[in-house]
T-cell receptor, first 114, second 115 residues
Framework: DAGVIQSPRHEVTEMGQEVTLRCKLI?????LFWYRQTMMRGLELLIY????????DSGMPEDRFSAKMPNASFSTLKIQPSEPRDSAVYFC????????????FGNGTRLTVT | DAKTTQPPSMDCAEGRAANLPCNHS???????VYWYRQIHSQGPQYIIH???NNETNEMASLIITEDRKSSTLILPHATLRDTAVYYC????????????????FGTGTLLAVQP
């Protein structure tokens, strides 16, 4: 079991550029969560999916952010256009969609927008 | 989901038990207590969870008070590698097919294990 795999580990980009973060779920998991972590705000839930369907996107900060699951094992989080205040570590996590299944997190993507 | 209160930081001597407290005085009957930890530069890691009975696994023990208003995570023999931020979270039990399996993190407790 390779665990949740995120790429890239680090991303540095200029303000206004499009950024795409990628996440591969653990095989067999059917819930997917995107979190963002900053010193000021801690770990924030952005959006989560069950069986490829977005369930709660109330944490997505603005329309510049979008997330998709093109298939059951893969997800992308896109920021377009990026801004310096988007700088953070972005984590994805997956779990089974059953009672109390724990979340398994990837090691995150550190995004820096200059 | 109910809120939790944890001390911002704690120290523990290597080899001794680390006891991390958490208050969740507004917890509802169908909310579980979860513990995760985050080691520097890594994603959060699941430790243990429970409803009302004490729980133990290979990583830790979870003691929940009878009124369920507080709990304690116990690392029986802390090592330097246990230095991390520990998060206590209460979470509504997700029914099969339900959509309530999200986790909301607070600020946690920074546990520093000293040599």
């Amino acid at each position: 079991d390779a665990g949740v795999i995120q790429s890239p580990r680090h991303e540095v980009t200029e303000m206004g550029q499009e950024v795409t973060l990628r996440c591969k779920l653990i095989s067999g998991h059917n819930s997917l969560f995107w979190y963002r972590q900053t010193m000021m705000r801690g770990l924030e839930l952005l959006i989560y999916f069950n069986n490829n369907v977005p369930i709660d996107d109330s944490g997505m900060p603005e329309d510049r952010f979008s997330a998709k699951m093109p298939n059951a094992s893969f997800s992308t989080l896109k920021i377009q256009p990026s801004e310096p205040r988007d700088s953070a570590v972005y984590f994805c996590a997956s779990s089974l969609r059953d009672r109390n299944s724990p979340l398994h997190f990837g090691n995150g993507t550190r995004l820096t927008v200059t | 989901d109910a809120k939790t209160t944890q001390p911002p930081s704690m120290d523990c001597a290597e080899g001794r038990a680390a006891n991390l407290p958490c208050n969740h005085s507004t917890i509802s009957g169908n909310e579980y207590v979860y513990w995760y930890r985050q080691i520097h530069s890594q994603g959060p890691q699941y430790i243990i969870h429970g409803l009302k009975n004490n729980e133990t696994n290979e990583m830790a023990s979870l003691i929940i008070t009878e009124d369920r208003k507080s709990s304690t995570l116990i690392l029986p023999h802390a090592t330097l590698r246990d230095t991390a931020v520990y998060y206590c979270i209460v979470r509504v039990a997700g029914s099969y097919g339900g959509a309530t399996n999200k986790l909301i993190f607070g600020t946690g407790t920074l546990l520093a294990v000293q040599p």
